[in-house]
């Protein structure tokens, strides 16, 4: 399985941006997708994870209520609509997938990674 993120780039304060995760190599729709980041120095973090079928989504309580998580399964993609970024936002962006269309929230469960997108937040 190939993950690829696309779509990272350098946003203002209270600005949008949305990721795109594009998978191939497995039946998308069984497949899990999850969101992580990382910051300079630290582990990677859970953001959030969607259902092979989009029927089920859960978020970090950092971002919930701001990000949001969707799939389109006849296009292979996933995506992640990211609203009123914040400075701590800015982070290097990871779309992994998993061999199961359950969500999981543990980086250690997924089994596909893509090789991550930088997303900058300016005050």
């Known amino acids: 399985v190939q993950v690829l993120e696309s779509g990272g780039g350098l946003v203002q304060s209270g600005g949008s941006l949305t990721l795109s995760c594009a998978a191939s190599g497995r039946t998308f729709s069984t497949t899990a997708v999850g969101w992580f980041r990382q910051f300079p120095g630290k582990e990677r973090e859970f953001v959030g994870t969607?259902?092979?079928?989009?029927?089920?989504?859960y978020y970090a309580d950092s971002v919930k209520g701001r990000f949001t998580i969707a799939r389109d399964n006849a296009k292979n993609t996933a995506y992640l609509q990211m609203n009123s970024l914040k400075p701590e936002d800015a982070a290097v962006y990871y779309c992994?997938?998993?061999?199961?269309?359950?969500?999981?929230?543990?980086?250690?469960?997924?089994?596909?990674w893509g090789q991550g997108t930088q997303v900058t937040v300016s005050s």
């Open positions: 992994a997938c998993r061999s199961s269309s359950s969500i999981a929230i543990f980086s250690r469960i997924y089994d596909y």
């Open positions: 969607i259902s092979g079928g989009g029927g089920t989504t």
